[in-house]
């Protein structure tokens, strides 16, 4: 098993993140890097923990693109259309749309 590096984990990382807000054409956060397992995000900069959890990686980067598209909706109110048009492409395109909200306002 091949030692970690974290300066490999943190390139991968924010380039597999990076690749979702080009995805979605949202302004590109500034990357960081923090110690121990916690992640951090606001509107304007990422932080990936040092520590974190690298065998969940595909789960990571998306888990905390979701926590930055709140920070980003809560700290820029200009983003708010642009954020809920991501959570609505990714619910369309995701294994939600078999679920169907019948009975909610005539929703089917």
């Not at 690749?19 to 509107?43: E, H, Q």
């Not at 909706?73 to 939600?96: M, T």
């Amino acid at each position: 098993m091949r030692p970690r590096d974290p300066d490999r984990e943190f390139r991968a990382l924010a380039w597999a993140f990076a690749r979702l807000v080009t995805r979605f054409a949202l302004p590109m956060p500034i990357f960081g890097s923090v110690a121990g397992a916690n992640d951090t995000t606001s509107p304007g900069e990422v932080c990936f923990g040092r520590g974190g959890d690298v065998e969940m990686f595909g789960h990571r980067v998306r888990h905390l693109f979701g926590h930055w598209l709140a920070d980003l909706h809560a700290g820029e109110p200009a983003r708010s259309d642009d954020v809920a048009d991501v959570i609505a492409w990714l619910l369309d395109a995701s294994s939600f749309r078999a679920y169907r909200m019948e009975g909610a306002h005539g929703a089917s």
